[in-house]
């Protein structure tokens, strides 16, 4: 797992190594859930991602100050969204 920082968003990815012969060496790189910074609010709040690649709201959980709380939400794994 890594994280690609950008403004105002942090995104958690998974990182795979070369699983088939024929498809290279570059290891792959695929999103699992984004963390949104709202500066007015100044909280943080988590977002899923699709089959189609867009990231939606994850509204069971409610934003927090603490990007820690939204980052063991996709650590613990409790839903299979993650």
Do not use: N, Q
Not at 29 to 44: D, Q, V
Not at 75 to 80: H, L, P, Q, W, Y
Request: with cysteine.
């Amino acid at each position: 797992m890594e994280c690609e920082i950008g403004p105002r968003r942090l995104t958690t990815v998974e990182l795979c190594p070369p699983w088939r012969a024929g498809l290279g060496s570059e290891w792959t790189r695929s999103p699992i859930a984004r963390l949104r910074y709202a500066r007015t609010a100044r909280s943080r709040t988590l977002y899923w991602l699709d089959r189609h690649w867009r990231f939606h709201l994850y509204d069971r959980l409610a934003p927090s100050r603490r990007a820690a709380d939204l980052l063991m939400k996709i650590e613990r794994g409790t839903t299979s969204i993650f």
